[in-house]
């Protein structure tokens, strides 16, 4: 059994941070920092829209949407009882502690325990327009 002082980390506010931070605080661990590179939690699966944009959630994530809605919610809920680092990038883990770069600039946070939560894939959204052909100004330049 974990003692429930101990400094957790959890990099990755997708699907499997969310369960983990939800595992945790279950089980009666208090010191909880998650570290996100986005901007809000939902991983790249379930990736939420950003601020101004109003599209329905069964245009974005289509059968899926009632999942990801679920999961907004649930981090959401637990969002005071934890720190959430958003926007932050974890760029070295070494000695216990994780080197961090994020709107407080460059950190340092101890741990004693470390739960990586990456995430597997990215989301493609379809749009009108996503099949068809496209180049890139370097590949249109090149052919010339």
Same mark, same amino acid.
């Given at each position: 059994?974990?003692?429930?002082?101990?400094?957790?980390? #959890?990099?990755? !506010?997708?699907? /499997?941070?969310?369960? /983990?931070?939800?595992?945790?605080? %279950?089980?009666?661990?208090?010191?909880? $920092? #998650?570290?996100?590179?986005?901007?809000?939690?939902?991983?790249? *699966?379930? @990736?939420?829209?950003?601020?101004? +944009?109003?599209?329905?959630?069964?245009?974005?994530?289509?059968?899926?949407?009632?999942? %990801?809605?679920?999961?907004?919610?649930? +981090?959401?809920?637990?969002?005071?009882? *934890?720190?959430? @680092?958003?926007?932050? &990038?974890?760029?070295?883990? +070494?000695?216990?502690? &994780?080197?961090?770069?994020? =709107?407080?600039? !460059?950190?340092?946070? =101890?741990?004693?325990?470390?739960?990586?939560? $990456?995430?597997?894939?990215? @989301?493609?959204? =379809?749009?009108?327009?996503? $099949?068809?052909? #496209? +180049?890139?100004?370097?590949?249109? @330049?090149?052919?010339?």
């Amino acid at each position: 059994m974990m003692p429930r002082d101990e400094r957790i980390v #959890v990099v990755g !506010a997708g699907p /499997a941070g969310t369960r /983990a931070v939800e595992t945790l605080l %279950a089980a009666g661990c208090t010191k909880i $920092t #998650v570290i996100n590179e986005a901007p809000a939690s939902g991983g790249q *699966i379930y @990736r939420r829209q950003p601020g101004g +944009f109003s599209r329905s959630a069964d245009l974005i994530y289509g059968d899926e949407a009632p999942k %990801a809605l679920h999961l907004h919610r649930t +981090f959401d809920g637990l969002s005071g009882r *934890i720190v959430h @680092r958003s926007r932050t &990038v974890v760029w070295n883990v +070494f000695d216990g502690a &994780v080197y961090t770069s994020g =709107p407080a600039g !460059a950190e340092v946070i =101890p741990y004693d325990r470390l739960v990586l939560c $990456t995430g597997a894939m990215d @989301r493609i959204l =379809p749009v009108p327009g996503w $099949t068809f052909r #496209v +180049f890139s100004r370097s590949a249109v @330049r090149r052919s010339r």
